[in-house]
């Protein structure tokens, strides 16, 4: 497979073609090709198939790399849960999804501990924010937003195409380089034993 800074460049390469080629097909959307573009930079360079090993995008999640600590443990590297289409980003998509919630509920939860501490009215806030939230999703808000985030998810998924792409045809081109090595050392060393066999011949 291709070392960790070839797929950086891979993806920084081919995002102007990426994001040229939805902006022609949607009729010149410039809105839909960027959020193509920032879902296949962020998939390059963060949310890579690679997470589930040590690698670049791993470590450029900073403090917070540790949350990719589980998923590196529970899926083999190149395995098809993290370097299949469509099952890999559908699978990194709901984990970091996952944390995110888990994050949001802790913090709601501080915020009312917080509340409730200082004897305020601010936990109160904690309810009306949640029925708000509530209102949202029921009034089908998220789904006037569906195309541009059906485009983020779409770059992503091809930023991890790219990278699949890359992995396999490095990782064929190897195969077949130590195949032709091999072929190489066999021919050389029928030449080197020709000429014994041929003495031995001319000997009878
Ligand atoms: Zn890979």
Not at 87 to 115: D, E, N, P
Request: hydrophobic share 40%; net charge positive.
């Amino acid at each position: 497979m291709p070392a960790g800074h070839t797929h950086d460049r891979i993806t920084l390469w081919t995002l102007p073609a990426v994001t040229g080629l939805v902006f022609l097909l949607t009729g010149g959307n410039s809105e839909l090709a960027l959020l193509v573009a920032a879902g296949y930079f962020f998939s390059g360079l963060m949310l890579s198939p690679d997470l589930d090993l040590r690698s670049r995008p791993f470590r450029r999640w900073g403090w917070f790399k540790w949350i990719w600590v589980p998923y590196q443990k529970t899926i083999k590297h190149r395995s098809i849960f993290s370097h299949g289409p469509i099952i890999g980003t559908t699978l990194r998509v709901v984990y970091l999804a996952c944390w995110l919630s888990l994050v949001v509920i802790l913090g709601l939860a501080l915020v009312r501990l917080f509340s409730d501490f200082s004897g305020t009215d601010r936990l109160s806030s904690l309810p009306r924010f949640l029925s708000q939230l509530g209102r949202f999703f029921r009034n089908g808000a998220l789904w006037s937003y569906r195309w541009q985030a059906s485009a983020f998810l779409l770059g992503l998924e091809l930023g991890a195409l790219s990278h699949i792409i890359s992995d396999y045809t490095v990782s064929t081109y190897k195969k077949y380089k130590k195949s032709k090595i091999k072929q190489l050392h066999a021919s050389g060393r029928k030449k080197r034993q020709s000429p014994s066999r041929r003495k031995g011949r001319q000997r009878k």
